[in-house]
């Protein structure tokens, strides 16, 4: 399974909402089966969402994520300046066509 | 407090072999699924293995298999990763991680901070 996410890019201002697009190439088994990470400079990603709506621990929730099938979506509500990083989604659909791809991640940066 | 402490990451020649460690704490190792992810500095995450707690179940990327192997030692909490035959291509940061459950196919929770493989010609 191959993740697309778009746009690449996502050039905002503080406080304005944020909508990351996550596109697979074929539908999941489960939407179960899909998480968000955020990555900034010079540190290791940090889970967000798993099971593709569920908040991990201790994620604002201002952090939305939904979806099913091969279109998912992470919604930030409302941009804080630390927020602005790389955002990747990653599928873990471990069905013979599944394994665990990551997407090629959004940077969201500040406009 | 959950940690993972990677070590083995150096300059090898291409070729050459080498064995990446994970050192874990906090936590109940052997209930828990480990992946290994990798990074070319400035680049994208790249997923490469997973196991599941008991160790009898691995999973690897396309990319990974058979160069990679993947595994655990549960009495003494470290995960292990082996590569073979390293390209220049495998140049990169190689982080181990968490699952959320023992479950492999699950996201993962915990990062460690990566240790850096760098292949020389």
């Known amino acids: 399974i191959v993740l697309t996410q778009s746009p690449g890019t996502l050039s905002l201002s503080p406080g304005e909402r944020a909508t990351l697009s996550c596109r697979a190439s074929q539908s999941l088994t489960s939407s179960r089966y899909l998480a968000w990470y955020q990555q900034k400079p010079g540190q290791s990603p940090r889970l967000l969402i798993y099971?593709?709506?569920t908040r991990a621990t201790g994620i604002p929730a201002r952090f939305r994520g939904s979806g099913s099938g091969t279109d998912f979506t992470l919604t930030i509500s409302r941009l804080e300046p630390e927020d602005y990083a790389v955002y990747y989604c990653?599928?873990?659909?471990?069905?013979?066509?599944?394994?665990?791809?990551f997407g090629p991640g959004t940077k969201v940066d500040i406009k | 407090e959950v940690r993972l402490l990677e070590a083995g990451g150096t300059l090898v020649q291409r070729g050459g072999s080498l064995r990446l460690s994970c050192a874990a704490s906090g936590f109940a190792f052997s209930s828990y699924a480990m992946s290994w992810v990798r990074q070319v500095p400035g680049k994208g995450l790249e997923w490469l293995s997973a196991?599941?707690?008991?160790?009898?179940?691995?999973y690897y990327a396309d990319s990974a298999q058979g160069r990679f192997t993947i595994s655990r030692d549960n009495s003494r909490n470290t995960l292990f990763l082996q590569i073979r035959s390293l390209r220049a291509e495998d140049t990169a940061v190689y982080y181990c991680?968490?699952?959320?459950?023992?479950?492999?196919?699950?996201?993962?929770?915990?990062w460690g901070l990566g240790t850096l493989v760098t292949v020389t010609a």
């Open positions: 991680a968490k699952s959320v459950s023992a479950d492999a196919d699950d996201a993962v929770d915990y």
């Open positions: 990653q599928q873990y659909d471990s069905s013979p066509q599944g394994g665990f791809t």
């Open positions: 099971g593709a709506s």
């Open positions: 196991i599941r707690g008991s160790g009898r179940s691995t």
